[in-house]
């Protein structure tokens, strides 16, 4: 048996296009699983906890709990309306799930693995109370930027602990805030260092996540797990308090499974399934250091896979909803009416499911045009018309070429899902549809009608054979649009397997087909990329004049040494000749180049930048790169010059 989980989406705002990235891909994976004959569980939920909730429910003048329903109701709706089918999509308010968190917990604390401490907390001497992280603004004391209490999100994104924060002001009535002591509980994150080293040598999934835990072992601290909130899972050795919701979160794959089978125990006490978790990049740290800790600690079977997604950018801007760079599912893509299948067959073909994905307005509707309907639409559409218009009944007899074709596409599907490999496996099933165009237009049937019917006939044997195992083969990326055309060939998607696209029936009998797909046409996206670039133009930085572009010192540098920064994947230390003076820059380039490549090369440098701290590193500058596709590209000259020279 598998159980497949989806990160819990948070129920603080509409799903949007970045959710998508890991929930679409995953029900692909679920769906060509079932149809190899594997028994799966698929399940994921709401998660319901936390202090941006409490916060945002007090915005709204609401109760945590009537806030959650919301945006559960929605999640339900919108995934529906995707044809993401989850076994069990729960809530961590579950009161099953509180019984299992605090059961979790206590064999946590039975095992030794939970102390309580006296820690120096943030707390707000106006609002007369200690303040959780989400309540807290400050700086970070690892980069110096600004940062909120539980996350570096505008520098170094590192994890902070309670009381780590520098300069804590109250976000709720943005006084300044004191720091006083309190006993609060740890989870002893450092006592599984040697565990999960030999872990995550063997645990299975995409080299993203698995290479970002890795740079962690060695350097792990442990963790506070309870926080001063009225909302959320009481923590069981004191219930003043309330459990850190990256606790009680992922206990939900367990509550959660037990709702949707009886083999829960087999899966998660038993270790006789196979474990694997979808999840975005930004939380693989969780998933693959902290969970593993907590499911080994309390005797519970481990993730056999992490599957990260790379992120997700709108329109080449990196994806912020703060700054208007985001497509919401719901108000935007499904109130345009447009095919869920669309964005089905977008998100996994794009490109690589670990590399950053770009969704833009202008490039989806060339990829629908051009390969979902101008290769397999036309294929199907043409081949079932030509069929039903001519014969009706169609006597099948399939040559072995054919039957070739389409079995390397079977099996080069399942490879690819076996590595998660979407791209690769959604490109077959456009190559099989090029196949079968080209057969068809080089078999010339409609010629063969007028002097050889059963010649004829044999061509479109071959050709509905073909229809028939693309049909079968893309059904679990484009389900409602494959079950649509099915119908022409009394086929039902639901119940087939893979082996079904090599099946032969003695006699088809064609239907009238519907057109599989409708062409999105330029003013079907017009309004949306209206809607998207005119947030884009309300959250835009000021022109600047030509004395502001002179206050900037941008100069050219010559890179003397490179190497990578400990405990990071995307920072490199240099040192640049800039003439009169060597300044040591941090970069965020070390995914696109080697410290190697760069030597010798000339790079431009924004000079007067004020230093920062990244990663404990001190950067006195600035290198300028180019963002295409998610890749940095440095800018530099085409001619060498002295370095130091400045850009005018």
């Not at 190899?36 to 569980?41: L, N, P, S």
């Not at 600690?297 to 709108?314: D, E, H, N, T």
């Not at 202008?362 to 559409?381: H, P, S």
Request: neutral net charge; contains cysteine; aromatic residues 12%.
């Amino acid at each position: 048996m598998k159980l497949v989980t989806c990160g819990l989406p948070y129920a603080n705002g509409k799903l949007h296009i970045g959710h998508l990235r890991t929930y679409i891909p995953a029900d692909v994976y679920v769906r060509y699983l079932k149809m190899i004959g594997e028994k799966v569980v698929f399940i994921c939920g709401s998660d319901c906890h936390g202090t941006p909730i409490v916060v945002n429910a007090e915005k709204e003048g609401l109760k945590p709990k009537e806030f959650i329903e919301k945006y559960h109701e929605h999640f339900q709706k919108v995934f529906s309306a995707l044809d993401v089918k989850f076994d069990y999509f729960g809530k961590t308010t579950d009161i099953e799930h509180h019984e299992r968190t605090k059961e979790f917990v206590r064999k946590l604390a039975e095992n030794g693995y939970i102390y309580k401490k006296e820690i120096e907390l943030a707390y707000c001497e106006k609002c007369d109370r200690f303040l959780p992280d989400r309540y807290v603004e400050g700086i970070c004391p690892y980069c110096k930027t600004p940062a909120r209490g539980d996350e570096c999100d505008q520098g170094c994104g590192r994890h902070l602990e309670p009381g780590e924060i520098l300069e804590p002001k109250c976000k709720i009535c943005g006084n300044k805030a004191v720091f006083r002591k309190q006993t609060h509980y740890f989870f002893k994150l450092t006592a599984f260092d040697e565990f999960l080293k030999e872990y995550l040598s063997k645990l299975s999934g995409t080299e993203n996540a698995l290479n970002y835990a890795r740079e962690w072992i060695g350097n792990l601290k442990d963790w506070c797990i309870t926080r001063n909130l009225e909302w959320g899972v009481r923590f069981p050795l004191d219930d003043s308090l309330v459990l850190y919701v990256w606790v009680d979160a992922p206990i939900g794959y367990i509550s959660f499974t037990e709702k949707a089978t009886k083999d829960w125990k087999d899966i998660w006490l038993e270790g006789k399934g196979e474990i694997v978790h979808f999840i975005g990049l930004d939380i693989a740290y969780h998933h693959c250091i902290f969970w593993p800790a907590m499911l080994k600690g309390a005797g519970y079977s481990l993730p056999s896979a992490i599957v990260a997604s790379g992120m997700v950018k709108i329109e080449g801007k990196t994806f912020s909803k703060s700054r208007g760079y985001v497509v919401w599912v719901e108000d935007e893509y499904l109130k345009a009416g447009f095919n869920p299948d669309y964005l089905r067959y977008y998100i996994v073909n794009y490109t690589s499911h670990d590399k950053d994905l770009n969704f833009s307005w202008d490039v989806f509707r060339d990829k629908v045009n051009n390969e979902v309907i101008a290769t397999l639409g036309n294929f199907l559409f043409r081949i079932l018309s030509f069929a039903w218009k001519n014969f009706g009944k169609v006597q099948i007899e399939v040559d072995q070429e054919i039957l070739n074709q389409i079995k390397a596409t079977k099996e080069k599907i399942v490879n690819a899902i076996k590595k998660w490999e979407f791209k690769i496996a959604s490109d077959a099933l456009m190559e099989l549809a090029s196949f079968g165009n080209v057969y068809f237009q080089n078999s010339k049937a409609w010629e063969l009608l007028k002097s050889d019917k059963m010649k004829a006939m044999k061509a479109v044997a071959n050709c509905l054979q073909i229809a028939k195992a693309l049909m079968i083969l893309s059904y679990p990326v484009m389900p409602r649009s494959m079950e649509r055309v099915a119908y022409a060939l009394g086929l039902k998607l639901e119940s087939c397997s893979l082996e079904d696209a090599l099946k032969v029936d003695k006699e088809l009998e064609v239907r009238k087909p519907e057109l599989p797909f409708k062409k999105i046409e330029e003013e079907d996206i017009e309004p949306l990329k209206k809607t998207l670039f005119e947030r884009f133009s309300e959250k835009s930085e000021l022109e600047v004049t030509i004395e502001d572009f002179k206050r900037l010192d941008l100069r050219i540098g010559k890179v003397l040494c490179a190497e990578r920064v400990p405990k990071s994947k995307k920072l490199l230390k240099l040192i640049v000749d800039l003439g009169n003076e060597k300044r040591q820059i941090v970069a965020g380039i070390a995914e696109n180049y080697s410290p190697e490549e760069l030597i010798g090369k000339f790079v431009v440098v924004l000079a007067n930048l004020k230093p920062a701290k990244l990663m404990g590193v001190e950067s006195k500058g600035m290198i300028l790169a180019v963002d295409v596709d998610g890749k940095a590209i440095l800018l530099t000259v085409d001619k060498e010059v002295k370095p130091g020279e400045k850009i005018k």
